[in-house]
């Protein structure tokens, strides 16, 4: 997983630079992508890349929600698709494999938080069925502008 490092921080750095799907406003380096993902796997959280032609199209993961010790067994999910993949089912693909190992583990909520408007990462999310539960007016500033940021939450079943 860290030899894919540059590739995903390359992808990553993309959306920093140029969208709002995340309010880093920082690039970071192979190195500070590489500790997060040994930290993703230390946690015991899934990390997935998905590739194309023996370049990585895009990757998935699931993290900790927040910290407190009660929200265990809650579980954050992101997609990044590498720019100009878009549009070809990567992400649901990333998801199909993510899903599986979540649902076999010990987590009963799976949420995410997406910065709007983005219709390809909410149609991704309820097309698993992912209902929306909040929306936060204003909460980011990127590129000059105030960003909204929904959540949308599946519940497992049965845990």
């Known amino acids: 997983m860290p030899a894919d490092g540059p590739q995903v921080a390359a992808i990553y750095n993309y959306y920093i630079e140029t969208s709002h799907a995340t309010f880093e406003l920082e690039p970071v380096d192979t190195a500070e992508m590489e500790k997060r993902m040994r930290e993703t796997d230390r946690g015991g959280y899934p990390f ?13 993961y699931g993290r ?19 720019n100009r993949h878009e549009g070809r089912g990567i992400g649901k693909k990333l998801y199909d494999e993510l899903f599986p190992v979540i649902f076999a583990g010990d987590f009963h909520a799976v949420i995410a938080g997406v910065s709007l408007p983005n219709d390809a990462s ?37 845990k």
Do not use: T
């Open 122 to 158: 909410v149609k991704l999310h309820e097309g698993f069925g992912f209902e929306k539960v909040a929306h936060f007016r204003e909460v980011g500033f990127k590129f000059g502008r105030w960003i909204d940021v929904g959540y949308w939450e599946l519940l497992i079943a049965g």
């Open 48 to 60: 997935f890349v998905a590739e194309e032609e023996g370049e990585i199209a895009g990757y998935a």
């Open 64 to 82: 900790y929600f927040r910290p407190r010790a009660a929200y265990r067994r809650s579980i954050e999910v992101s997609v990044y698709i590498r």
